[in-house]
């Protein structure tokens, strides 16, 4: 079985420019969730998706950031202006169902760099 | 203050040696605690979770839980150096919440 997949591995981009990062979950994986680590913090969650809804956004920064999740399969995490303070790994993670947000599978990562 | 409190390390020890990590956490409300591995330029990977108080075991691994004190250790036995990694704390509200929080993690090294 597959895992949780994410394009790209790593994106280097200058202030003001546009980037939009896929998550692919694992086949059949309802819930759809994304985080961040910037450097020397937490991993910090940013959204969750059940299906194609957005159960959780609490944790989007600003409206500079914009997920979709069209047809409730992959999902795309677009930042529209980028800004230094941007820069970090972005996870996709997934769970089954909605009763097993403990167990969510991660993926390997975006490093995005704003320079 | 942060809801949940983990040694960065990072932390060496030889082969074989049993490795003990912790974490803290402010927040009793927690239900659900999990521990990650992350080797370097990876995802963090389950390795177990546990729900309330008590000890779960799986295989060299042991995660324990005391709600009473708000502490979560995981113990690793005869620690390999393929266990070398960063290792991640975690914990979620309940079963159908939407976020993990996440402790800053702790840096294993096993030495040969």
């Known amino acids: 079985e597959a895992g949780v997949t994410q394009f790209p591995s790593h994106s280097v981009i200058e202030k003001g420019q546009t980037v939009t990062l896929r998550c692919d979950p694992i086949?059949?994986?309802?819930?759809l969730y994304w985080y961040r680590r910037v450097m020397g913090k937490e991993i910090k969650f940013l959204l969750h998706?059940?299906?194609?809804?957005?159960?959780?956004e609490s944790g989007m920064p600003n409206n500079r950031f914009l997920a979709e999740r069209t047809g409730g399969t992959y999902s795309t995490l677009k930042v529209q202006p980028a800004e230094l303070e941007d820069s970090g790994v972005y996870f996709c993670?997934?769970?089954?169902?909605?009763?097993?947000?403990?167990?969510?599978?991660f993926g390997p990562g975006t490093r995005l760099t704003v320079t | 203050q942060k809801e949940v409190e983990q040694d960065p390390g990072p932390l060496s020890v030889p082969e074989g040696a049993i490795v003990s990590l912790n974490c803290t956490y402010s927040?009793?409300?927690?239900?659900?605690f999990m521990w990650y591995r992350q080797y370097s330029r990876k995802g963090p990977e389950l390795l177990m979770y546990?729900?309330?108080?008590g000890n779960k075991e799986d295989g060299r691994f042991t995660a324990q839980v005391d709600k009473s004190s708000k502490y979560i250790s995981l113990f690793i036995r005869d620690s390999q150096p393929s266990d070398s990694a960063t290792y991640l704390c975690?914990?979620?509200?309940?079963?159908?919440?939407?976020?993990?929080?996440f402790g800053s993690g702790t840096r294993l090294s096993i030495r040969p």
């Open positions: 993670a997934s769970s089954q169902d909605l009763g097993s947000s403990y167990e969510q599978y």
């Open positions: 086949s059949g994986h309802d819930n």
């Open positions: 998706f059940v299906k194609e809804s957005k159960q959780d």
């Open positions: 927040n009793s409300a927690f239900q659900y």
């Open positions: 546990t729900y309330s108080s």
């Open positions: 975690a914990m979620i509200l309940y079963s159908s919440a939407s976020k993990i929080i």
